[in-house]
Protein backbone atom coordinates (compact mmCIF):
# COMPACT_ATOMS: atom_id res chain seq x y z
CA UNK A 1 0.00 0.00 0.00
CA UNK A 2 2.04 2.72 1.02
CA UNK A 3 5.58 1.94 -0.43
CA UNK A 4 8.88 2.56 0.95
CA UNK A 5 9.98 5.70 -1.28
CA UNK A 6 13.89 5.79 0.11
CA UNK A 7 16.01 4.04 -2.10
CA UNK A 8 19.13 4.24 -0.39
CA UNK A 9 19.25 2.04 2.74
CA UNK A 10 22.24 2.59 4.75
CA UNK A 11 22.91 -0.54 6.70
CA UNK A 12 22.49 0.80 11.12
CA UNK A 13 25.64 -1.44 11.62
CA UNK A 14 27.31 1.33 9.75
CA UNK A 15 27.12 3.63 12.24
CA UNK A 16 27.51 1.81 15.31
CA UNK A 17 25.04 2.41 18.36
CA UNK A 18 26.38 6.22 18.98
CA UNK A 19 26.99 7.44 15.54
CA UNK A 20 23.13 6.34 15.27
CA UNK A 21 22.23 8.22 17.84
CA UNK A 22 24.14 11.28 17.33
CA UNK A 23 22.75 10.82 13.82
CA UNK A 24 19.28 10.70 14.45
CA UNK A 25 19.24 13.63 17.74
CA UNK A 26 21.65 15.80 16.04
CA UNK A 27 18.86 18.50 15.04
CA UNK A 28 17.06 18.56 17.93
CA UNK A 29 17.21 21.62 20.24
CA UNK A 30 16.21 22.31 23.75
CA UNK A 31 12.88 24.10 24.30
CA UNK A 32 12.13 24.46 28.33
CA UNK A 33 14.08 26.24 31.03
CA UNK A 34 13.50 22.44 32.93
CA UNK A 35 16.02 20.96 30.75
CA UNK A 36 19.36 21.57 32.16
CA UNK A 37 21.07 18.92 30.59
CA UNK A 38 19.46 16.52 27.26
CA UNK A 39 21.83 14.09 25.56
CA UNK A 40 25.02 13.88 25.67
CA UNK A 41 26.29 12.81 29.30
CA UNK A 42 25.39 9.30 31.84
CA UNK A 43 21.61 10.84 32.58
CA UNK A 44 19.87 13.82 31.75
CA UNK A 45 19.46 16.80 34.67
CA UNK A 46 16.05 18.35 35.41
CA UNK A 47 15.31 21.44 37.39
CA UNK A 48 11.34 21.80 38.70
CA UNK A 49 11.90 23.92 41.12
CA UNK A 50 8.85 23.61 43.27
CA UNK A 51 6.39 21.81 40.95
CA UNK A 52 5.09 18.28 41.34
CA UNK A 53 6.83 16.22 38.50
CA UNK A 54 4.39 13.78 36.13
CA UNK A 55 6.10 10.59 34.64
CA UNK A 56 4.21 8.67 32.32
CA UNK A 57 5.58 5.62 29.76
CA UNK A 58 4.01 3.78 27.04
CA UNK A 59 5.11 0.63 25.03
CA UNK A 60 4.27 0.25 21.11
CA UNK A 61 4.96 -3.17 19.56
CA UNK A 62 5.06 -3.85 15.95
CA UNK A 63 2.21 -6.15 15.05
CA UNK A 64 -0.06 -5.28 18.31
CA UNK A 65 -0.30 -1.67 18.54
CA UNK A 66 0.55 -0.39 15.00
CA UNK A 67 1.23 -1.86 11.22
CA UNK A 68 3.98 -0.69 8.85
CA UNK A 69 1.75 -1.08 5.80
CA UNK A 70 -0.47 1.71 6.54
CA UNK A 71 1.12 3.96 9.00
CA UNK A 72 4.25 5.93 7.84
CA UNK A 73 7.24 5.81 9.88
CA UNK A 74 6.77 9.64 10.50
CA UNK A 75 3.13 9.51 11.57
CA UNK A 76 4.55 6.67 14.10
CA UNK A 77 7.02 9.10 15.69
CA UNK A 78 4.75 11.34 16.14
CA UNK A 79 1.79 9.55 17.17
CA UNK A 80 4.44 7.52 19.89
CA UNK A 81 4.82 10.68 21.41
CA UNK A 82 1.05 12.24 21.39
CA UNK A 83 0.16 9.09 22.94
CA UNK A 84 2.34 9.97 26.77
CA UNK A 85 1.97 13.72 26.11
CA UNK A 86 -2.15 13.25 26.29
CA UNK A 87 -1.25 11.30 29.49
CA UNK A 88 0.72 13.81 30.74
CA UNK A 89 -2.38 16.36 29.98
CA UNK A 90 -4.70 14.40 31.54
CA UNK A 91 -3.24 15.10 35.05
CA UNK A 92 -4.07 18.67 34.13
CA UNK A 93 0.01 19.25 33.61
CA UNK A 94 2.64 20.45 30.85
CA UNK A 95 4.45 18.05 29.25
CA UNK A 96 8.40 19.33 28.88
CA UNK A 97 10.64 16.23 28.17
CA UNK A 98 10.40 12.71 26.54
CA UNK A 99 13.22 9.65 26.25
CA UNK A 100 12.55 7.41 23.13
CA UNK A 101 13.79 3.75 23.25
CA UNK A 102 13.59 1.38 20.53
CA UNK A 103 14.79 -1.84 19.37
CA UNK A 104 14.71 -2.63 15.35
CA UNK A 105 15.63 -5.67 13.48
CA UNK A 106 18.17 -5.28 10.31
CA UNK A 107 14.74 -5.14 8.07
CA UNK A 108 15.48 -1.08 9.13
CA UNK A 109 17.84 0.74 7.32
CA UNK A 110 18.78 4.46 8.68
CA UNK A 111 16.51 6.05 6.23
CA UNK A 112 13.33 4.92 8.15
CA UNK A 113 14.34 5.61 10.81
CA UNK A 114 15.59 9.27 10.22
CA UNK A 115 11.68 8.79 8.76
CA UNK A 116 10.85 8.01 12.62
CA UNK A 117 12.74 10.31 14.10
CA UNK A 118 11.67 13.05 11.74
CA UNK A 119 8.18 12.49 13.13
CA UNK A 120 9.34 12.30 16.84
CA UNK A 121 11.20 15.95 16.15
CA UNK A 122 8.02 17.67 15.10
CA UNK A 123 6.07 16.39 17.73
CA UNK A 124 8.50 17.66 20.17
CA UNK A 125 8.55 21.39 17.98
CA UNK A 126 4.50 21.53 17.66
CA UNK A 127 4.63 20.57 21.40
CA UNK A 128 7.21 22.37 22.62
CA UNK A 129 9.27 19.16 24.12
CA UNK A 130 12.97 18.42 24.64
CA UNK A 131 14.11 14.76 23.44
CA UNK A 132 16.74 14.17 26.71
CA UNK A 133 17.96 11.03 26.38
CA UNK A 134 16.92 7.22 25.64
CA UNK A 135 18.46 3.96 24.40
CA UNK A 136 19.01 2.18 21.04
CA UNK A 137 19.04 -1.83 20.10
CA UNK A 138 18.64 -4.49 17.88
CA UNK A 139 15.71 -6.77 17.81
CA UNK A 140 15.35 -10.20 16.82
CA UNK A 141 11.65 -9.34 14.91
CA UNK A 142 10.12 -5.98 14.55
CA UNK A 143 10.20 -2.58 16.02
CA UNK A 144 9.72 -2.05 19.47
CA UNK A 145 8.96 1.63 20.82
CA UNK A 146 8.94 3.10 24.10
CA UNK A 147 8.69 6.90 24.98
CA UNK A 148 8.78 7.85 28.19
CA UNK A 149 7.06 11.54 28.94
CA UNK A 150 7.93 13.70 32.01
CA UNK A 151 5.85 16.68 32.81
CA UNK A 152 5.44 19.26 35.76
CA UNK A 153 2.34 21.31 37.37
CA UNK A 154 1.77 23.10 40.34
CA UNK A 155 0.84 21.08 43.45
CA UNK A 156 -2.85 22.71 43.19
CA UNK A 157 -3.42 21.87 40.00
CA UNK A 158 -2.95 18.40 39.39
CA UNK A 159 -6.15 16.47 38.35
CA UNK A 160 -6.46 12.71 39.43
CA UNK A 161 -9.29 10.44 37.82
CA UNK A 162 -10.58 10.06 42.29
CA UNK A 163 -11.76 13.46 42.71
CA UNK A 164 -15.48 13.37 40.58
CA UNK A 165 -18.50 13.79 43.17
CA UNK A 166 -22.01 12.92 42.76
CA UNK A 167 -23.83 15.74 40.50
CA UNK A 168 -20.63 16.71 38.81
CA UNK A 169 -21.27 17.14 34.71
CA UNK A 170 -19.05 14.67 32.67
CA UNK A 171 -17.59 16.33 30.08
CA UNK A 172 -15.53 15.08 26.51
CA UNK A 173 -13.77 17.44 24.70
CA UNK A 174 -13.61 16.88 20.59
CA UNK A 175 -15.79 13.73 19.15
CA UNK A 176 -14.95 10.20 19.60
CA UNK A 177 -14.78 6.81 17.13
CA UNK A 178 -13.69 8.33 14.38
CA UNK A 179 -9.77 7.00 15.19
CA UNK A 180 -11.42 3.73 15.34
CA UNK A 181 -13.36 4.48 12.17
CA UNK A 182 -10.17 5.67 10.77
CA UNK A 183 -7.98 1.74 11.28
CA UNK A 184 -11.15 -0.24 9.97
CA UNK A 185 -10.84 1.74 6.54
CA UNK A 186 -6.59 1.71 6.17
CA UNK A 187 -7.28 -1.80 7.85
CA UNK A 188 -9.99 -2.52 4.19
CA UNK A 189 -7.83 -0.90 2.03
CA UNK A 190 -4.93 -3.63 3.46
CA UNK A 191 -6.97 -6.53 2.35
CA UNK A 192 -7.86 -4.63 -0.81
CA UNK A 193 -4.26 -4.10 -1.38
CA UNK A 194 -3.49 -7.70 -0.61
CA UNK A 195 -5.47 -9.14 -3.54
CA UNK A 196 -5.31 -6.59 -6.22
CA UNK A 197 -1.37 -4.82 -5.36
CA UNK A 198 -1.98 -2.48 -8.40
CA UNK A 199 -4.87 -0.65 -6.71
CA UNK A 200 -4.51 2.57 -5.23
CA UNK A 201 -6.29 3.41 -2.13
CA UNK A 202 -9.01 5.88 -2.43
CA UNK A 203 -9.22 7.81 1.04
CA UNK A 204 -10.75 11.00 0.03
CA UNK A 205 -13.92 10.01 1.80
CA UNK A 206 -12.13 9.70 4.94
CA UNK A 207 -9.85 11.90 4.90
CA UNK A 208 -10.67 13.23 8.70
CA UNK A 209 -10.98 9.44 10.07
CA UNK A 210 -7.68 8.18 8.64
CA UNK A 211 -5.65 12.07 10.20
CA UNK A 212 -7.52 10.65 13.43
CA UNK A 213 -6.20 7.05 13.36
CA UNK A 214 -2.55 7.94 11.82
CA UNK A 215 -1.84 12.04 13.07
CA UNK A 216 -3.57 12.21 16.53
CA UNK A 217 -2.98 15.50 18.22
CA UNK A 218 -2.42 15.40 22.40
CA UNK A 219 -5.07 18.16 23.48
CA UNK A 220 -2.90 20.72 25.61
CA UNK A 221 -4.88 23.48 24.15
CA UNK A 222 -7.55 22.23 26.76
CA UNK A 223 -4.87 22.28 29.63
CA UNK A 224 -4.57 25.81 28.81
CA UNK A 225 -8.00 26.63 27.81
CA UNK A 226 -9.22 25.52 30.71
CA UNK A 227 -7.01 27.64 33.20
CA UNK A 228 -7.64 30.31 31.21
CA UNK A 229 -11.66 29.50 32.09
CA UNK A 230 -10.54 29.04 35.55
CA UNK A 231 -12.01 25.85 35.96
CA UNK A 232 -10.48 23.01 37.95
CA UNK A 233 -11.91 19.85 37.20
CA UNK A 234 -12.71 17.42 39.57
CA UNK A 235 -11.70 14.15 37.87
CA UNK A 236 -9.55 13.56 34.58
CA UNK A 237 -8.37 11.15 31.86
CA UNK A 238 -7.70 11.01 28.33
CA UNK A 239 -9.16 8.35 25.71
CA UNK A 240 -6.98 5.87 25.09
CA UNK A 241 -9.18 2.84 25.06
CA UNK A 242 -12.56 4.40 24.39
CA UNK A 243 -15.19 6.25 26.20
CA UNK A 244 -16.57 3.18 28.55
CA UNK A 245 -14.04 2.03 29.96
CA UNK A 246 -12.44 5.81 30.48
CA UNK A 247 -15.47 6.59 32.61
CA UNK A 248 -15.42 3.16 34.52
CA UNK A 249 -12.10 3.93 35.49
CA UNK A 250 -13.34 7.68 36.87
CA UNK A 251 -16.29 6.07 38.62
CA UNK A 252 -14.60 2.97 40.47
CA UNK A 253 -11.66 5.43 41.73
CA UNK A 254 -13.84 8.05 42.85
CA UNK A 255 -16.60 5.86 44.09
CA UNK A 256 -19.36 7.48 42.32
CA UNK A 257 -21.80 6.33 39.47
CA UNK A 258 -22.89 8.29 36.48
CA UNK A 259 -25.47 8.54 33.65
CA UNK A 260 -24.30 9.03 30.59
CA UNK A 261 -26.56 10.37 27.71
CA UNK A 262 -26.39 8.35 23.99
CA UNK A 263 -27.71 11.68 21.96
CA UNK A 264 -25.13 13.74 23.76
CA UNK A 265 -21.89 11.77 23.26
CA UNK A 266 -20.36 14.04 20.25
CA UNK A 267 -19.38 12.38 16.70
CA UNK A 268 -18.23 13.91 13.87
CA UNK A 269 -20.49 13.03 10.33
CA UNK A 270 -17.75 11.68 8.73
CA UNK A 271 -18.17 8.91 11.60
CA UNK A 272 -21.77 8.66 11.59
CA UNK A 273 -21.72 8.33 7.75
CA UNK A 274 -19.10 5.39 7.57
CA UNK A 275 -20.53 3.63 10.45
CA UNK A 276 -24.02 3.06 8.40
CA UNK A 277 -21.51 2.31 5.57
CA UNK A 278 -19.56 -0.58 8.13
CA UNK A 279 -22.96 -1.45 8.95
CA UNK A 280 -21.66 -0.74 12.76
CA UNK A 281 -23.66 0.83 15.70
CA UNK A 282 -21.83 4.39 16.04
CA UNK A 283 -22.94 4.51 19.90
CA UNK A 284 -21.04 1.11 20.23
CA UNK A 285 -17.57 2.42 18.02
CA UNK A 286 -17.37 5.88 20.36
CA UNK A 287 -17.88 3.67 23.50
CA UNK A 288 -15.12 0.97 22.60
CA UNK A 289 -13.41 2.47 19.95
CA UNK A 290 -10.23 4.01 21.42
CA UNK A 291 -7.39 5.98 20.33
CA UNK A 292 -9.23 9.52 20.37
CA UNK A 293 -6.38 11.13 22.67
CA UNK A 294 -9.84 13.60 23.98
CA UNK A 295 -10.05 14.57 27.51
CA UNK A 296 -12.86 13.32 29.60
CA UNK A 297 -13.47 15.29 32.54
CA UNK A 298 -15.94 16.14 35.46
CA UNK A 299 -16.60 19.28 36.98
CA UNK A 300 -18.81 20.89 39.69
CA UNK A 301 -22.21 22.24 38.60
CA UNK A 302 -20.85 25.74 39.58
CA UNK A 303 -18.57 25.94 36.93
CA UNK A 304 -21.08 24.98 34.36
CA UNK A 305 -21.27 28.57 32.99
CA UNK A 306 -17.43 29.01 32.54
CA UNK A 307 -17.88 26.41 29.74
CA UNK A 308 -21.19 26.71 28.78
CA UNK A 309 -21.61 27.09 24.60
CA UNK A 310 -17.58 26.82 24.39
CA UNK A 311 -17.48 24.03 21.05
CA UNK A 312 -14.58 22.24 22.55
CA UNK A 313 -16.74 20.27 25.45
CA UNK A 314 -19.55 18.94 25.17
CA UNK A 315 -21.62 17.25 28.68
CA UNK A 316 -22.16 14.13 27.92
CA UNK A 317 -24.23 13.81 31.63
CA UNK A 318 -23.28 13.81 34.46
CA UNK A 319 -22.06 11.68 37.94
CA UNK A 320 -24.19 9.65 40.69
CA UNK A 321 -24.43 7.64 43.59
CA UNK A 322 -22.12 4.80 43.64
CA UNK A 323 -25.29 2.79 44.28
CA UNK A 324 -26.58 4.03 41.16
CA UNK A 325 -23.98 2.22 39.10
CA UNK A 326 -22.78 3.47 35.99
CA UNK A 327 -25.27 3.48 33.19
CA UNK A 328 -25.55 4.40 29.69
CA UNK A 329 -29.04 6.10 28.97
CA UNK A 330 -29.83 5.42 25.04
CA UNK A 331 -31.93 7.24 22.71
CA UNK A 332 -35.29 5.47 23.86
CA UNK A 333 -34.47 6.70 27.59
CA UNK A 334 -33.79 3.12 28.25
CA UNK A 335 -30.69 2.81 30.93
CA UNK A 336 -28.53 -0.20 30.42
CA UNK A 337 -25.55 -1.21 32.50
CA UNK A 338 -21.83 0.54 31.15
CA UNK A 339 -19.04 -1.97 30.28
CA UNK A 340 -15.76 -2.04 29.45
CA UNK A 341 -15.11 -3.30 25.91
CA UNK A 342 -12.85 -1.04 24.71
CA UNK A 343 -9.68 -2.53 23.43
CA UNK A 344 -7.88 -4.31 25.36
CA UNK A 345 -4.11 -4.53 24.44
CA UNK A 346 -3.64 -7.84 26.53
CA UNK A 347 -6.08 -9.27 24.67
CA UNK A 348 -4.27 -9.02 21.04
CA UNK A 349 -6.29 -11.53 18.75
MG1 LIG B 1 -4.31 7.64 30.01
Known amino acids: MLK ?12 GEFGLINHLTKYFTINCESTEKAIGDDAAVLEF ?12 VEGVHFDLSYMPLKHLGYKAVMVNLSDVYAMNGTASQITVSMAVSNRF ?41 IGEAEK ?84 SDGLSSEILHICSQSEVGCNLYEEKIPLDPQMISTCEEFNIDST ?52 VELTAQGWNSLSND
Do not use: W
Open 109 to 149: PLEALEELYAGIQLACKNYNIDLIGGDTTSSTKGMLLSITA
Open 284 to 335: TVALSGGEDYELLFTISQEDFPKIKGNPNFTVIGHMTDKTEGANLVTRANQK
Open 156 to 239: KDVVYRNGAKPNDLLIVTGDLGSAYLGLQVLEREKQVFKVNPNSQPDLANYSYLVERQLKPEARKDIVKLLKDLEVKPTSMIDI
Open 49 to 60: SGKQVLVTTDLL
Open 4 to 15: DKNEQRTSLSEL
